[in-house]
């Protein structure tokens, strides 16, 4: 009843920078949390950034200074600005939602269908 719909992937060059957005929609949800994860060929697929419903934000040491995770809850929207990408941020980029129904149920954790981001000259 929930879908994540990812956009803004891409090819950019090394030292470049990327936007991307995750909607959520369906049926009526509360977010827990939303965050970005990203998997590499032959790696596991490993947090980028989380915010939760209070505004905690949670970062990969491998990004910090680099990515911002921010978020328009009017919208059901989490964006991941990407500065300064490097090479090693090539990845499918996945939205992961963790979510409760209105009456506080547990609907679990989502995930989008992905958006490749390639960083190379």
């Known amino acids: 009843q929930v879908q994540l719909v990812e956009s803004g992937g891409g090819l950019v060059q090394p030292g470049g920078s990327l936007r991307l957005s995750c909607v959520a929609s369906g049926s009526r949800f509360s977010i827990i949390a939303m965050g970005w994860y990203r998997q590499a060929p032959e790696n596991k697929r490993e947090l980028v950034a989380r915010?939760?419903?209070?505004?905690?934000?949670n970062y990969a040491d491998s990004v910090k200074g680099r990515f911002t995770i921010s978020r328009d809850v009017a919208k059901n929207t989490v964006y991941l600005q990407m500065n300064s990408l490097k090479p090693e941020d090539t990845a499918v980029y996945y939205c992961n939602a963790d979510l409760l129904s209105i009456l506080l149920a547990p609907l679990g954790s989502y995930w989008g269908q992905g958006t490749q981001v390639t960083v190379s000259s």
């Open positions: 915010i939760t419903s209070g505004g905690t934000i």
